[in-house]
């Protein structure tokens, strides 16, 4: 009995009974595995638990899309007044007895309605308030995007860029610089990884889809050469033109991998060294008080990320091992104990630095995208969103109620990850989201829609549902955890309005068709990887079959360049770390990786974009001779030919956005990610093979990016 009710709880918790796996097939769920999840819920509550005898007559909050009519039943029947106060100042009043029906005129926004008995009961409460969300039918899109335009632009890994002026890695200058010479070709946007930020005391965990927190900035991408404080301090000058100085920043800029420890104790002795000059500004000049303005409305969520920046420079300075705050010292666990209060208090500058590197990072940011908008680039700036958040940073020290840290997420055993995957990120528990009437989930869409014109949102089945995987448990040991999809979507929609952001969802992976036709209806745009869109029979899709509302790119940061994916780059490297320790599976993949690029070659002579191949078949045998050709053609390394027609197939898709990669125009063969590994490969840390200046002065790039530019043009 026990057993069961623990099973009804859990299936009320949105907690998964079973799932369709990659092979089609249902998958029941280890009942041991659905009662962890509802303890790190921390919902599992007996069932013999004492019911209130007098519950509230209406949710904490309800969402509604405008224009829609809705309906709230109230738990209590009886005669009440009601009153909206909408956020624009606005009144609405009325009567009700056993529901209510919202009027149908409300404006968009966060408006508060307020329930009032009209006789007074005992024990009742006199009045209740709840939040009702008003939203739009659709997110955001850009005039160029609805009138039919087809935009494209790069996908970048900020990290990984090279140039003539960086510190040796990619930064906010080296971005301003490509949105400039990608707005001369015709390009619409620059799309980027999370610029989450990560750990300034531990930079060599660098992850961008592993932050510490996601409402503020990695400030290792500032361009330390462009503030203006830096320029004009006469010590960090000195610093600076020292030869010591010199020879580390060559060493950083000519590594082949990111050398994230160096760059940031560069960069951290200049701006420390710097900082005394702006504080040296009078209180009424222009950058103090843009600087405080900064601070007032980051409120006290941007000074705890200051307060734990600052902390935890100190002790892991003090000892390597305080990785995060599960194993700092119990004192500093609780963001509001006596003695971070304490660290506060005797650190006021310290944490005040943190705070105008957040600024610097933010400015710089925002420079970037006015500079694309300037350019007259419809989207600009295409942020990206992590799925979730690392154990021990400052969001979930910070947070501590809404994350569950007894569970991690991931994804469940695939084809191409027959073990899953288990990225360390605490999930939001869907609960006490809605507990807190989708506050945290507001905040996080307003922090990551600044200073851009579309938003990615990593894995965005996590808006539906999530792969909770127990603590301590190896991925394939998971469950789906439900969210509240339609509230989640609808405000989704709100703040894109809001923010003049557009959403593109990335939907990989093991799909339901229910967040499909939603993602859809509510204006998200899907993503359509090159290397998937293929038909039952294996056919590569004609450009033409492709859907408008998505945008199309060859690959992506967790899948092999163009040049890997041919040479099975991926799946040799799989191999060399023990990725798959099944021979029969490996030697299926390759397999399948060869007919991939003998029908990659057939649909690209199909359609124009390679001359038929020189053949001499028999009067009978045409077929066969052809695909032997076809055969010996994909035994062949890529070719300059090959990587252009499939730039060039792609670019005359129907998908109104189309973004790729420059690893792809300079024909590199390593990826930046391998997913499903930490130390077995230099994740997060290859560069592209030249810096920016060679890149756009190529004669054969320029070439390509106008055939690109002119193909988007043809395929309207």
Known sequence: MKNKSLNDLATEAGIASEYINAYGKPQAIPTEIRHRILEAMSMNIPVERPVSSHMPALPNVKVITQGQT??????????????????????????????????????LGYHTLTLIPEMEQENRPQQQSIQLIVAPERCYEPQALTQGGKLWGACIQLYTLRSENNWGIGDFGDLKYMLQELAQHGGAFVGLNPLHAIYPAMPESASPYSPSSRHWLNIIYIAVNQVEDFRQNAEAQIWWHSPETQIKLQQARQAEWVDYTTVMALKMDALRLTYPQFKSRPDDDIQQIDFQKFVLKGGKNLYSQATYDALHHQ????????????????????????????????????????????????????????????????IGIYRDLAVGVAQGGSETWCNRNIYCTKASIGAPPDILGPRGQNWGLLPMNPHELKAQSYQPFIELLRSNMSHCGALRIDHVMSLLRLWWIPQGETADKGVYVHYPVDDLLAILALESQRNHCMVIGEDLGIVPQEIVDKLRERGVYSYKVFYFERNEQGEYRSPEEYPQQAMATITTHDLPTLRGFWQARDLSLGESIGLYPDKTLLAELHTDRKRCKQELLANLI??????????????????????????????????????????????????????LQPEDWLDMANPVNIPGTTTEYPNWRRKLTTTLETMFADTHINQLLQAIGEARKHSL
């Not at 009325?94 to 404006?107: A, D, K, N, S, V």
């Not at 944490?351 to 007259?376: M, P």
């Not at 076809?630 to 030919?641: D, I, R, Y």
Request: charged share 15%.
């Open 606 to 659: 199909r359609h124009g974009y390679l001359p038929e191949p020189e053949t001499q078949p028999t009067e009978d045998a045409q077929g066969a001779s052809q695909q032997t050709t076809l055969s010996k053609q994909a035994e062949l390394p890529m070719s300059v030919s090959i990587n252009q027609a499939i730039h060039c197939y792609i670019a005359h898709s129907n998908c109104a956005l189309l973004g």
């Open 315 to 378: 002790l892991y300075e003090e000892n390597n091992a305080y990785w995060g705050w599960p194993v700092w010292p119990e004192k500093y666990r609780e963001p509001e104990s006596e003695t971070v209060k304490e660290f506060c208090h005797s650190h006021l500058q310290e944490i005040e630095f943190f705070l105008w590197l957040q600024w610097l990072a933010d400015i710089q940011l925002r420079e970037c995208f006015t500079a694309s908008q300037s350019n007259h680039m419809s």
């Open 70 to 107: 809705a309906t709230l039943p109230l738990n209590e029947a009886g005669n009440y007044q009601w009153q909206i106060y909408t956020e624009q100042g606005e009144i609405f009043h009325g009567h009700c007895q056993q529901q209510f029906t919202l009027p149908i005129g409300l404006p």
